[in-house]
């Protein structure tokens, strides 16, 4: 069965910074990969998703993210995070068949001022 | 752009109770989906539906939850007696086709049993 791994509980990064949260996927085949950010007592927005092509993937509020299968990895990454970016990062996967996704426990981001 | 409507936005009810949470999806979609978060949780998946039938639950939907689209616009979830640890937020999703692709969630219902 797939599963999603972030590794990563929280994040503290400083204004300004760089940030990249981590995710790692189990599944066989190709994968559609996720990123969902959702702040406190909100819903999930979609911040990008790679179903195929190019690996480096942009998103919304200057996020990317890169998929690397020799890695079974989808990191998303910005080059400089705003205090407005602080909340919960979920990575999530869906299959080519199963209509369903799954969600990583998610990552928690903190921006220090 | 078009929007997964969800209603009410937070629902209090007592244990045992019967609750029904009510979702409008997007006009041209055909899967439908019900997704729980209980707090500081990731968000699991409970069932999807498409041509008016459950394609896949979880572990989770159990005989206390059912789904139906009653009208052809409304998406509804409903618990039969409803348990304290039946609180949580729940998000309604629906998607053009299956595999995720135009996946889009609605804000959320938050039940809290009491």
């Known amino acids: 069965a797939q599963s999603v791994t972030q590794p990563d509980i929280h994040i503290t990064v400083s204004e300004g910074a760089s940030l990249e949260l981590r995710c790692n996927y189990s599944y066989g085949a190709t994968p559609y990969l996720f990123w969902y950010v959702q702040s406190p007592g909100q819903g999930l927005q979609l911040l990008l998703k790679?179903?195929?092509?190019?690996?480096l993937v942009q998103g919304i509020k200057g996020f990317e993210a890169e998929f690397k299968r020799s890695q079974s990895s989808f990191n998303l990454r910005k080059p400089s995070v705003h205090w407005s970016d602080a909340a919960e990062y979920f990575c999530a996967v869906a299959t080519n068949r199963d209509d369903k996704i799954i969600f990583g426990k998610g990552t928690r981001l903190h921006i220090l001022p | 752009e078009p929007e997964v409507t969800q209603t009410p936005s937070h629902q209090v009810t007592q244990m045992g109770q019967e609750v029904i949470l009510r979702c409008v999806p997007i006009s041209n979609h055909l899967y439908f989906y019900w997704y729980r978060q209980i707090l500081g949780q990731k968000v699991e998946f409970l069932v999807s539906?498409?041509?008016?039938?459950?394609?896949?639950k979880s572990e989770i939907f159990d005989d206390q939850f059912s789904v139906e689209r009653p009208d052809g616009s409304n998406f509804t979830l409903k618990i039969r007696s409803t348990k304290l640890e039946d609180s949580a937020m729940y998000f309604c999703?629906?998607?053009?086709?299956?595999?995720?692709?135009?996946?889009?969630f609605g804000s959320g219902t938050r039940l809290t049993v009491v």
């Open positions: 539906f498409y041509n008016n039938e459950i394609s896949e």
């Open positions: 999703a629906s998607s053009e086709a299956g595999g995720g692709i135009g996946y889009t």
């Open positions: 790679y179903f195929s092509g190019d690996t």
